[in-house]
C-alpha cells in the first residue's frame, strides 16, 4: 500500500519520527490536531518524550495488526506491560491520556490497578515509594 | 530511580479514575491515610457499595453486620458520588426495622445514589418501602426483593429507568401508582408476586418486560397483559396463567419464553396419579405460541419444546409466522423433533436458527403415560 498517509511528528525532546496517518489517529489528540492542520512539512509536535513514544508505537502496531487473535493480543500485552518499570509505566500513563487514546489508556490504568488491589497503606506506599507524612492527629478527618 | 513517589504525582482526573476501578470500596478510603495529599481523594472517587449478609440467619451476627454497615456508611456520607449502593440480607425480621429505614434514608435522601437495591432472601415479617422514598430524582434502577410496596400518596421516581420488584404481593392500584410515577421507565421486572390480573403499560418508553414466576391465586383467573408499546417480552419460570396475544402486545419484536412446567407434586404412593393441572398448561401453551406468532425473534425453553411435541401429536398446527430468528434452549431429544419439526414449517421466514445444547438435564418422561 504506497499510498498511506504519512504524518511527522516531533517529540518533546527534539525527536522527530514519521507515521502512518491511520496509526497516528489511533490518538484522538493528533487527530484532532491535524484536522485543521494544511499538509506540509512541519511536524507535529506532541508532548511526550521518544522513549515513550517508542513504547506506544510499538503497541499500536501491535494493535493495528490484521488477522490478529484475542489470545495473542492478550500474550502480547501481558509481556509489554511485564517488561515495563514503574517509572516507564507512569510515563506511559501520563502520556496516554494526554495522547487520548482510550483502549491503551483503560490498559495501563489496570496495571496501576493491579499494584494496588488487596494491597494495604503501608504495602502501597512500599510499592510507591510514598512518604508517609500523616500524624495521627491528621487522621482524625 | 529509587525513591521518587510517581503515583501521588499523577494527575487527580487519572488518580481518581484508577481508583474508581478497585473492586472493594474500603481500600478506595483507606488511601486517605497514604498520605497528607491523599487525605481528601478518596472523596472524589465515584464507588459502589455492596453489603450482603446473605449466608446466616443468626441475628446476633446480623445485627453485628448491620452496626459495622452503619460505621462505614458515617464515612461514606462524605463521599461526593456513590454510584450503587446494594443491601443483601437473609431474612428480614422487624428487629431490623431502624437500620433498614435508615439504609433506604442513606440511599435516597443523604446519598442520592443511581442505583439502589435491597434484598431479603425471606422474611420472618414484612418490611414495608418507607413512604419518603417514593418521592426521588436520583435514582435510575432500584432493585427490591420481599419488600411490600404501599405508596399512600403518589410516586415520583422521576428519573427510573429500570426497576425490578419481587416476591410480594400486588395490587393493580400499586403498580398503576408506580407506573404512573415513572415516565422514564424502559425496563420492569416483576418476579414471585401475585394479586394482579391485569398489567396495562401504557408509557411509550417502557420496552422490556420481564415476568417470572406469577403465582395465580384463582382457576379461573389470569394475568393479562396490556402493553401496545412493548417490544420485549420475557415470560421466565412459571408463567402458565400469564396472558398475552397479538392485539395487545402489537409491537413486540422479542419474545423470550423461558418456561418451566408447573410445579405438582406426585403422591408418592399413588403410581396411577397424573398431574390434574397438565392439560390446561398445554392448553395455555398453545394459546401463548399462538400470541407470539407475530414475533419476529423468539426463544423457547426445553419446557416449551416438550409442548410443541404434545401439542404435535394432539393434532395442533402452529399458525404460520414470520419470524427471523429462533432459538432453542434444550438439549434436543428424538421425541422433540416432530414438534420442532412442524413448527419449523411453520416459519418460513426464517433466517436465524440456534440451538443451545447447554441444558442437559434429563427431562421426566411423566406425559408419557
Redesign the interface.
Known amino acids: 500500500m504506497s499510498s498511506e498517509k504519512l504524518l511527522t511528528l516531533k517529540t518533546r525532546d527534539g525527536e522527530e519520527f514519521v507515521l502512518e496517518e491511520a496509526m497516528a489517529f489511533r490518538s484522538l489528540t493528533i487527530k484532532n490536531a491535524t484536522s485543521n492542520y494544511t499538509i506540509n512539512n512541519t511536524p507535529l509536535p506532541i508532548n511526550v518524550e521518544i522513549n515513550t513514544m517508542i513504547k506506544v508505537i510499538e503497541y499500536w502496531k501491535k494493535h493495528s495488526e490484521r488477522g490478529i487473535s484475542e489470545d495473542e493480543l492478550m500474550n502480547f500485552d501481558k509481556k509489554f506491560f511485564k517488561l515495563l518499570h ?2 516507564e509505566l ?1 510515563d506511559l ?2 502520556a496516554v ?1 494526554y495522547l487520548a487514546d482510550k483502549g491503551l489508556s483503560n490498559a495501563a ?2 496495571q ?2 493491579d499494584k ?3 494491597k ?2 503501608q504495602e ?2 512500599d510499592i ?7 500524624t495521627p492527629t ?2 482524625g ?1 | 530511580m529509587a525513591g521518587v513517589d510517581r503515583l501521588s504525582d499523577l494527575p487527580e482526573p487519572i488518580l481518581i479514575h484508577i481508583l474508581s476501578m478497585l473492586p472493594h470500596a474500603k481500600q478506595v478510603v483507606q488511601t486517605c491515610i497514604l498520605s497528607k495529599q491523599w487525605r481528601f481523594l478518596w472523596k472524589s472517587v465515584p464507588v459502589s457499595l455492596d453489603f450482603e449478609f446473605s449466608d446466616s440467619d443468626n441475628v446476633k451476627d446480623t445485627l453485628d453486620f448491620m452496626a459495622s454497615t452503619n460505621r462505614e456508611l458515617n464515612y461514606w456520607r462524605y463521599c461526593d458520588k456513590i454510584r450503587k449502593f446494594r443491601v443483601c440480607l437473609f431474612n428480614y425480621r422487624n428487629h431490623y426495622v431502624k437500620d433498614v429505614d435508615l439504609w433506604i434514608h442513606f440511599a435516597t435522601k443523604l446519598a442520592n445514589v443511581e442505583s439502589f437495591a435491597i434484598e431479603f432472601q425471606c422474611v420472618d415479617d414484612t418490611y414495608e418501602f418507607p413512604q419518603f422514598a417514593f418521592r426521588n430524582a436520583s435514582l435510575r434502577n432500584l432493585v427490591l426483593r420481599h419488600l411490600e410496596l404501599n405508596p399512600s400518596g403518589s410516586v415520583n421516581w422521576s428519573s427510573l429507568v429500570s426497576l425490578s420488584i419481587g416476591h410480594l404481593n400486588l395490587t393493580e392500584s400499586v403498580i398503576e401508582k408506580v407506573l404512573s410515577g415513572c415516565p422514564n421507565l424502559e425496563r420492569l421486572k416483576l418476579h414471585h408476586f401475585w394479586g394482579i390480573y391485569r398489567l396495562e403499560i401504557s408509557s411509550t418508553k417502557l420496552r422490556k418486560l420481564i415476568i417470572k414466576d406469577y403465582y395465580n391465586l384463582y382457576d379461573d383467573l389470569w394475568l393479562e397483559i396490556l402493553a401496545p408499546f412493548i417490544q420485549t417480552l420475557e415470560l421466565l419460570g412459571q408463567c402458565s396463567d400469564v396472558r398475552v396475544s397479538r392485539k395487545t402486545v402489537p409491537s413486540l419484536v422479542t419474545a423470550v419464553l423461558h418456561l418451566d412446567r408447573l410445579n405438582f407434586y406426585f403422591d408418592e404412593e399413588d403410581d396411577d396419579e397424573v398431574d390434574p393441572t397438565l392439560e390446561k398448561q398445554y392448553s395455555n401453551m398453545k394459546e401463548l405460541l399462538h400470541s407470539v406468532a407475530h414475533v419476529e425473534n423468539l426463544q423457547l425453553s426445553s419446557w416449551c419444546i416438550e409442548c410443541l411435541s404434545i401439542l404435535e401429536l394432539k393434532g395442533w398446527q402452529p399458525p404460520p409466522s414470520s419470524r427471523k430468528f429462533l432459538k432453542l434452549n434444550a438439549a434436543l431429544e428424538q421425541l422433540d423433533f416432530p414438534g420442532i419439526c412442524s413448527f419449523l414449517q411453520s416459519s418460513s421466514s426464517l433466517k436465524t436458527l440456534v440451538i443451545d445444547w447447554n441444558d442437559h438435564k434429563p427431562r421426566e418422561n411423566n406425559w408419557l403415560m
Not at chain 1, 128 to 134: A, K, L, M, S
Open positions: 514503574n517509572s507512569f500513563v501520563v491520556d490504568c489496570e496501576v490497578l494496588i488491589t488487596g494495604t497503606p502501597i506506599r510507591f515509594n510514598i512518604n508517609n507524612d500523616c491528621s487522621l478527618g
